[in-house]
């Protein structure tokens, strides 16, 4: 079992930033690989970035590639979505994830979910 525990929504304007983090708890954080989903009102929960157990390899949706950064800490147990250029189109409920298959995009290859943290794009 992995409990995970996401922080670091809130309100931003558009062009601003924000620094999501997801810390994990129980069996051994490196054995996963991590991603960052959303989910807008209406909308399907979303791929948006993904990183090895090692971090030596990501991937990001198109609309996140060139504004998002995924990194992870496995000494502290914690992997990061580092968000920059918000747009009002990343308002969402950001969640992180863990899985055992690397470069996954789909929900039903995760097999722990953090609670969601909202992110607020608006001027």
């Known amino acids: 079992q992995v409990q995970l525990v996401g922080s670091g929504g809130g309100l931003v304007q558009p062009g601003g930033s924000l620094r999501l983090s997801c810390a994990a708890s129980?069996?051994?954080?490196?054995?996963?690989?991590m991603a960052w989903f959303r989910q807008a009102p209406g909308k399907e929960r979303e791929f948006v970035a993904g990183?090895?157990?090692?971090?030596?390899?990501?991937d990001y949706t198109d609309s996140a590639k060139g504004r998002f950064t995924i990194s992870r800490d496995n000494a502290k147990s914690t992997v990061y979505l580092q968000m920059n250029s918000l747009k009002p189109e990343d308002t969402a409920v950001y969640y992180c994830?863990?899985?055992?298959?690397?470069?996954?995009?789909?929900?039903?290859?995760?097999?722990?979910w953090g609670q969601g943290t909202q992110v607020t794009v608006s001027s």
């Open positions: 129980g069996r051994t954080f490196s054995s996963y690989a």
């Open positions: 990183i090895s157990r090692s971090g030596t390899w990501a």
């Open positions: 994830a863990a899985g055992s298959t690397t470069r996954a995009v789909l929900t039903r290859s995760y097999d722990y």
